[in-house]
């Protein structure tokens, strides 16, 4: 077997298909990583390391999403391939929300869509170009004022869905992510606790010091609605987050999707922030209501936002400055590295928050 076989055979199913498109996407400007290459050979290959141990040796999580270096300038992006016969609104919602006159907004947090392109012989499948993203609650939160900036930028977000008459419907944990502007280091896209070269550790700044933008991503089952129509009444589709009260009921009911947003949101910052972070009490009676049980009880996301801003206006620069202490940092070292933070921020006059009260 020759070394690019024998390459190959280290790829899976569906790594195997991003494979094939190598040269379909390198003529359109986009890249993939050497591990894509039909003539890769692992960089492991008459060595003592092992697959693991290198940067094209990890495969990727998701077999729909991969990542690739735009050729005109470099940028990391990612690229998500979908059957538009499954998914028909996905391209049209992110396409919506990149026109001029919404994609300038600040209270648009919606994933950007830099392209889009129609796989050849593909059968429905297209593949979107998004930016680079990354999980959104890795690093840990490290204050209040962090925690702050984050729902702001989530609250506000929905909002402006909402405002647009677009219900994400599965607007759960892991379909709110973040850019990279606190990250030193590139990191490697199917590892990203470890840098792009796979030589050490990710570094990074703080929230504090250089505040990411939290993004909403995956509108594959979005909808968008007539401003006319005030109460859209839909059969539920099952989104990630499988605990939505909506879903407890007979499956032919329909439902208005705008108060399982909320839901979703509220019970995104329940698992996030409350049952991981000391610091963050202060959450609990909105997040509660926003999963209220009764759909029909629950705040729209108007007066989530305005109850948000009134409770993060109560609150001292001190306390927004003061610590957020995660299940896995309640060690005496973390408590003084905080501290040795906080006094760096007062000195440096760094402000505790980088949004503004609306």
């Known amino acids: 077997m020759d070394s690019t076989s024998a390459a190959h055979s280290h790829l899976s199913e569906?790594?195997?298909w991003w494979r094939d498109h190598y040269d379909f996407l390198k003529d359109k400007g986009y890249k993939l990583r050497s591990r894509y290459s039909p003539d890769w050979v692992p960089s492991w290959t008459n060595t003592k390391k092992v697959d693991v141990e290198c940067e094209d040796g990890i495969m990727p999580r998701?077999?729909?999403?991969?990542?690739?270096?735009?050729?005109q300038d470099d940028a990391r992006v990612s690229l998500k391939c979908i059957d538009v016969s499954r998914h028909p609104y996905e391209i049209e919602i992110g396409r919506y929300f990149c026109?001029?006159?919404?994609?300038?907004?600040?209270?648009n947090h919606c994933v950007p869509i830099y392209d889009v392109l129609e796989v050849p012989n593909g059968n429905n499948l297209m593949i979107i170009v998004m930016p680079l993203l990354r999980d959104a609650t890795d690093p840990y939160f490290d204050t209040v004022g962090e925690v702050v900036d984050c729902i702001h930028q989530l609250?506000?977000?929905l909002c402006f869905m909402h405002k647009h008459h677009v219900a994400h419907r599965d607007c759960m944990q892991l379909n709110i992510l973040m850019d990279g502007s606190m990250f030193k280091d590139r990191w490697h896209p199917s590892d990203q606790y470890m840098s792009e070269d796979f030589k050490r550790a990710a570094r990074?700044?703080?929230?504090t010091q250089s505040s990411p933008q939290y993004y909403y991503i995956d509108f594959g089952i979005?909808?968008?609605y007539?401003?006319?129509?005030?109460n859209p009444l839909e059969i539920p589709i099952y989104g990630g987050d499988k605990g939505v009260p909506e879903f407890a009921e007979a499956y032919t009911k329909p439902w208005n999707p705008f108060p399982t947003d909320v839901w979703y949101l509220g019970h995104a910052i329940q698992e996030t922030f409350l049952d991981r972070y000391l610091g963050v009490e202060f959450l609990r009676s909105l997040a509660t209501d926003m999963m209220h049980s009764d759909p029909t009880q629950c705040p729209n996301m108007d007066e989530v936002f305005s109850r948000f801003q009134v409770l993060r206006q109560g609150l001292s620069k001190w306390k927004l400055r003061s610590r957020v202490a995660h299940d896995d940092e309640r060690s005496l070292f973390d408590f003084l590295a905080h501290w040795a933070r906080r006094i760096q921020y007062i000195v440096r006059r760094i402000p505790p928050t980088h949004t503004s009260p609306s």
């Not at 007539?226 to 005030?230: E, I, K, L, P």
Request: charged share 30%.
């Open 204 to 207: 990074h700044r703080t929230r």
């Open 14 to 16: 569906f790594e195997i």
């Open 226 to 230: 007539d401003a006319s129509n005030t």
């Open 222 to 224: 979005s909808r968008k």
């Open 99 to 107: 026109s001029a006159s919404l994609s300038e907004d600040p209270a």
């Open 155 to 157: 609250l506000e977000g």
């Open 62 to 71: 998701h077999h729909s999403l991969l990542d690739a270096r735009r050729t």
